[in-house]
């Protein structure tokens, strides 16, 4: 369940927001924020121009009633005039503002150096409403604007009111509870549908699940959509009966206090005409203030509730993003190597996942040479992907270090070391590019460099996959998309591993399970020559470059006639490195590795 307890006030985050549009729009913010105020003005002004008429007429005075009428003319012209010039330029001022926030929010997220944030359940919660409210919250600068123009003109309505009597200042005081429930309300209803989060995203997720094509066949085969819809329905109640009830509470509150500055309102009315010797112009000044003064009141309530229910839980989500991003950031000034020498050292190094006590890695002691082609196998959740996790820095581990070439990994600038990474997974994404650009992506610098997309498909053994394209590697890839193709998972696969195989120079290449589409033979074809590629040295071409920068190659494979040719394997189990060696060792230890090998031969045979 997710909390709002730990994020940053709601007064800060505001403020961090509007000084972030003001660094993206200065000149623009300061005109919407001016052009609002003054589109205030001559409507407050409106009951001061009714009791100079009325005093007028009333006295035969007739330059009060020129007075009274040019300024009714010029208020109403006024109003117009402003009210759309300020929200043209409000509306532009957003326009602008959306691309800049978008763009700094996705940023953040990319630049986040581990991804905690993308696994755990709270942050995955805080990040959905996030994004849901990203898109708008460039309406918080609107409603930040039109709730000072709103005080601008209760403070104008007060002084009129206090003109003819300071007691009449007490309609203020008496609409304090309307105030208080209003900026009270939206934060109850805002926590009830917080805790309610995850079962919205599970309700998001099945009506996904029911209506999109990925999933279709196997909905339609399973017969699971009547199962699905009632899932679903189930779900959202989960997550709006909270939601009514609280909504329905707040909004009894809230009508018990606009029930009390009612009654204060006919009080006073009732005040100025009978305790109070005053002209007829000063009667229709209350009348005309104090009715505006409630309206005034609700439109500023109005806003603060949608201020204190959205628009500031937006801003405190985006600072708190801010400051989580900013809190991974660490005093990491350790050069990468240009090459390995020594290699990548793990010491007595363990992890949990976040929200876990169950140890993924225990105690883990390995030491990897540089150019070494090494392979981890192991069963279903032994830590084999966990571990590659940590070698690219998306987590941290929760005890012990990771040396390369003898200095801390965390040490290194992430994203430094990260450019000398390259890698394809088992869970690869289908980027529905053209198909150039999803295998040039492995390496940005060089997306546009056709010779080097053209070598990683050779060295991914996707050339098959290019030719049947109808454009080649010009050819834009998912059917969604205007002469878009689909092509099979076995095929998006292999453009995933040519992808990771962009990068010329890596320090460490991994390889995740990135060809399980594939049969055995294909792979074993596959990484043979690879690997043998690999050893040559310097002279034998693009993907020979192990022995000049010291290289370590990472295999993650369930597959053990691809595992052998490795010149080092690591063995997991329970979360513990069990077994090390070459293949030939591990055999003849007759261990737990020997062991699963040969189930798998005779499998084979």
Not at 126 to 151: K, P
Not at 188 to 194: H, L, P, Q
């Amino acid at each position: 369940m997710s909390s709002t307890s730990d994020l940053p006030p709601a007064m800060s985050s505001m403020w961090r927001a509007v000084k972030r549009g003001y660094e993206a729009e200065p000149s623009l913010l300061m005109v919407a924020f001016g052009l609002s105020l003054l589109a205030a003005l001559p409507d407050a002004l409106l009951a001061l121009w009714l009791k100079f008429l009325a005093d007028g007429v009333l006295g035969a005075r007739r330059g009060m009633v020129m007075t009274a009428s040019v300024g009714l003319g010029v208020s109403a012209a006024a109003t117009w005039f402003l009210r759309v010039t300020s929200d043209r330029t409000q509306r532009r001022f957003r326009e602008r503002l959306t691309i800049a926030l978008e763009s700094h929010v996705a940023r953040l997220q990319a630049s986040v150096a581990t991804i905690e944030h993308h696994e755990r359940s709270e942050y995955l919660d805080r990040l959905a409403v996030l994004r849901n409210q990203v898109f708008v919250l460039d309406h918080m600068y609107w409603s930040l604007f039109t709730t000072c123009a709103w005080i601008l003109r209760l403070g104008v309505t007060i002084a009129l009111l206090v003109s003819i009597h300071p007691a009449l200042a007490l309609l203020a005081v008496f609409a304090l509870p309307t105030v208080l429930t209003s900026t009270w309300r939206p934060g109850v209803e805002r926590a009830a549908e917080e805790q309610g989060a995850s079962a919205n995203r599970l309700a998001r997720h099945l009506f996904d699940v029911a209506t999109t094509a990925p999933p279709g066949k196997e909905v339609r085969v399973t017969r699971i959509g009547p199962r699905l819809v009632t899932e679903r329905r189930e779900a959202w109640e989960r997550w709006y009966g909270p939601v009514a009830a609280a909504r329905k509470a707040s909004a009894a509150w809230h009508a018990l206090g606009w029930t009390f500055f009612g009654l204060a309102y006919v009080a006073a009315v009732v005040f100025v005409t009978s305790a109070l010797k005053t002209t007829p112009g000063n009667v229709l000044l209350v009348l005309a203030a104090g009715a505006r003064l409630s309206a005034y009141i609700a439109a500023t309530v109005g806003e603060i509730g949608f201020l204190r229910g959205i628009w500031l839980d937006g801003s405190r989500r985006l600072a708190w993003l801010e400051d989580y991003a900013a809190s991974l950031v660490h005093d990491a000034d350790a050069p990468v190597p240009e090459q390995l020498k020594e290699g990548i050292r793990f010491e007595h190094v363990s992890f949990s996942y976040p929200g876990t006590e169950r140890l993924v890695l225990d105690d883990v002691n390995l030491h990897l040479a540089p150019g070494s082609v090494v392979a981890i196998v192991g069963e279903n959740g032994a830590g084999k992907t966990t571990l590659v996790k940590l070698l690219c820095r998306l987590y941290q581990p929760a005890s012990g270090r990771i040396l390369v070439d003898g200095v801390h990994l965390a040490h290194m600038p992430a994203d430094q070391w990260r450019s000398r990474i390259s890698g394809a997974f088992q869970d690869f994404f289908r980027f529905e590019f053209k198909a150039r650009d999803g295998v040039g992506v492995g390496d940005v610098p060089h997306i546009d460099d056709a010779p080097a997309v053209s070598a990683a498909v050779n060295r991914a053994g996707a050339n098959d996959v290019v030719e049947q394209l109808a454009h080649g590697l010009d050819t834009q890839l998912g059917p969604t998309w205007p002469e878009g193709v689909e092509i099979s998972f076995g095929q998006w696969q292999k453009l995933a591993l040519a992808r990771g195989f962009m990068r010329e120079h890596p320090l460490l290449l991994v390889l995740d399970e990135p060809t399980a589409a594939l049969d055995a033979e294909t792979e074993h074809a596959l990484f043979e020559r690879y690997a043998a590629a690999a050893r040559k040295g310097p002279g034998a071409g693009r993907e020979a470059t192990s022995d000049a920068d010291g290289r370590i190659t990472i295999l993650v494979s369930h597959r053990f006639s691809t595992v052998r040719m490795a010149d080092f394997i690591v063995v997991l189990d329970g979360a513990r490195v069990v077994e090390s060696g070459t293949h030939e060792a591990l055999m003849a230890k007759h261990g737990q590795y020997a062991e699963l090998y040969g189930i798998q031969a005779t499998a084979y045979r």
